[in-house]
């Protein structure tokens, strides 16, 4: 669960950032700031089956070494 917290904060981080930039840029930070938390609420990992993981972050964080 700490990954899952870590990204959710991460996540919370780019987007005040975001919405401290004007303009389009600001912007695109904020939408690209959704996806860490998403990913830490839904227990997903894009990342895990680039290195032969199942993408449920639940199942791979049981069997990591």
Known sequence: PVGRVLRVMMGAVIIAVGLSVNGGLGT???????????????GICPLNPLVGRPIRCDEA?????
């Open 28 to 42: 695109a930070i904020v939408i690209f700031g959704f996806l860490p938390p998403l990913t830490g609420i839904f």
């Open 61 to 65: 964080c049981r069997t990591a070494p």
